[in-house]
């Protein structure tokens, strides 16, 4: 569950606040980087908020790897947490393989979905795995983004001016 110092719950009523404080915390536990979608219909995220290294977003984006990637496959038609190791064997791109090329050694997935609604995030680590607490952790996080999202709000250029300083990518679906 969430650590009382790092629950934006309370501020409910700024959703840009609730997502600046919840990014924050996801840096502190995924040092090595993420990506998390939001409320994605045919593949496209409402909200993308991406922290890898600028040079792997390059090489995913360039090489067309998301199609191709197991964990991404797997959030799409499962509930819950999956450690990558579990998926190196799904993994005939090598895209797990290349993203360690770049720091990207140990991850997680967690994904959401309620209904027709996806939302889900790949997290990482360069030191060491995540520990169970770490995962539960992201799980209440990722959940935190997605309910806070839902009504389609808008977070503001103040927020997304905010969530640049803190080296996220923020993409948000117009329309």
Same mark, same amino acid.
Not at 7 to 25: E, K, N, S, Y
Not at 48 to 59: G, R
Not at 118 to 129: K, M, P, Q
């Given at each position: 569950m969430f650590n009382s110092?790092?629950?934006?719950?309370?501020?409910?009523?700024?959703?840009?606040? =609730? =997502?600046?404080?919840?990014?924050?915390?996801l840096i502190e536990i995924a040092p090595a980087g993420f990506a998390i979608g939001l409320h994605i219909r045919?593949? %496209?995220?409402?909200?993308?908020?991406?922290?890898?290294?600028?040079?792997?977003?390059? =090489?995913y984006a360039r090489d067309g790897l998301l199609m191709r990637d197991p964990t991404v496959r797997w959030a799409m038609h499962h509930h819950g947490a999956k450690r990558w190791a579990e998926l190196e064997e799904q993994d005939g791109a090598g895209v797990l393989a290349r993203a360690r090329e770049y720091g990207i050694a140990?991850?997680? %997935?967690?994904?959401?979905?309620?209904?027709?609604?996806?939302?889900?995030?790949?997290?990482?680590?360069?030191?060491?795995?995540? %520990?169970?607490?770490?995962?539960?952790? =992201?799980?209440?996080?990722?959940q935190t983004l997605h309910d806070v999202t839902d009504k389609r709000v808008t977070l503001g250029t103040e927020a997304s001016a905010r969530i640049r300083d803190m080296a996220v990518v923020m993409t948000e679906r117009t329309g």
């Open positions: 110092a790092h629950d934006p719950r309370g501020t409910v009523d700024d959703p840009g606040a =609730v =997502v600046i404080a919840t990014l924050g915390r045919y593949m %496209t995220p409402a909200y993308m908020f991406e922290s890898y290294p600028a040079d792997w977003l390059d =090489v140990h991850g997680h %997935t967690r994904s959401i979905h309620e209904g027709d609604d996806i939302s889900f995030g790949g997290l990482a680590r360069s030191d060491r795995d995540f %520990t169970a607490a770490e995962i539960e952790e =992201v799980g209440d996080l990722i």
